[in-house]
């Protein structure tokens, strides 16, 4: 078995323990196809690269396991697969409107402002 597809098979394994089902679950989810891993289970079976990304990038998002966190195992496989996980949203208080670049040029607008107004 390849590499990839033994990776593919154990994260999806660790999905599915995480959420209470079995491997049919995720295959519908992700491939529309229930018996995507029954089949990808036999040896002779294979798996292109388009189905492979689209697991990756399923597989990579915190929001798709119970506990919000990617196992170690599973980043892993999104990693050699070349997928990059998704970027985490900015925290509260961090996001553009916010930033403290924006108030300093405010500041600094107005006080040349003022220079004119004064000079």
Request: aromatic content about 6%.
């Amino acid at each position: 078995m390849s590499d990839l597809k033994s990776r593919l098979i154990a994260s999806a394994k660790a999905w599915a323990d995480a959420h209470g089902c079995g491997l049919s679950r995720l295959g519908k989810r992700v491939a529309g196809d229930a018996n995507f891993f029954v089949r990808l289970e036999a040896e002779e079976a294979t798996c292109n690269l388009a189905t492979l990304e689209k697991f990756a990038r399923f597989l990579a998002e915190a929001e798709n396991w119970p506990d919000g966190a990617v196992p170690a195992a599973v980043s892993a496989f999104v990693h050699v697969t070349g997928v990059r996980p998704p970027l985490a949203p900015p925290s509260p208080g961090n996001a553009p409107a916010a930033s403290p670049a924006a108030p300093i040029r405010d500041v600094a607008n107005r006080v040349g402002a003022s220079r004119v107004d004064a000079a």
